[in-house]
């Protein structure tokens, strides 16, 4: 018999805006909004440019490496859908696009992780419309990590 795998933590709510960010996911894409006037990158989805408030945009497929500019470790449950993973970390990473996004670090202890560590993206799914993504030590410092 086949078994479900259920993701019990909380999931963003598909909208039109976030569709493609979400579509792009699912095919092992990190995917963010650049304007067409100014090509600017941002991130999070917003219907207008942060930079030159143009609604005219496209998405982009990113590279996906990037560097952890800050992270925190919780070992504390704010939310019991988190209880068993606990500890766990959230790091804020600066994206070579100039994008900013807030993810996990995967595949590295988190008392290894460190400020300035380059990292690559990588999706992990949730459910049949959303692949999570998360970071993953990347370069010639990670191989000793995998």
């Known amino acids: 018999m086949e078994t479900k795998q259920t993701y019990d933590k909380p999931l963003p709510k598909l909208t039109a805006l976030n569709r493609p960010f979400w579509d792009g996911t699912l095919r092992g894409e990190l995917r963010t909004q650049r304007c067409r006037s100014c090509e600017k990158h941002w991130y999070p ?3 207008r440019c942060p930079k030159c408030l143009s609604d005219q945009y ?3 497929v990113l590279s996906g490496r990037g ?3 800050s992270f925190v470790v919780f070992h504390q449950v704010y939310d019991a859908r988190f209880k068993d993973a606990v500890p766990y970390n ?3 990473v600066e994206l070579e696009e100039d994008v900013r996004m807030f993810s996990n670090i995967v ?3 988190d008392d290894l992780i460190h400020v300035g560590m380059p990292v690559q993206v990588e999706f992990h799914p949730a459910t049949s419309e959303v692949a999570i993504p998360r970071f993953r030590p990347w370069g010639a410092s990670s191989a000793a990590l995998t």
């Open 67 to 69: 560097t952890v500019l």
């Open 58 to 60: 496209d998405w982009a």
């Open 107 to 109: 595949g590295i202890a």
């Open 90 to 92: 959230v790091a804020l």
């Open 45 to 47: 989805i917003e219907p």
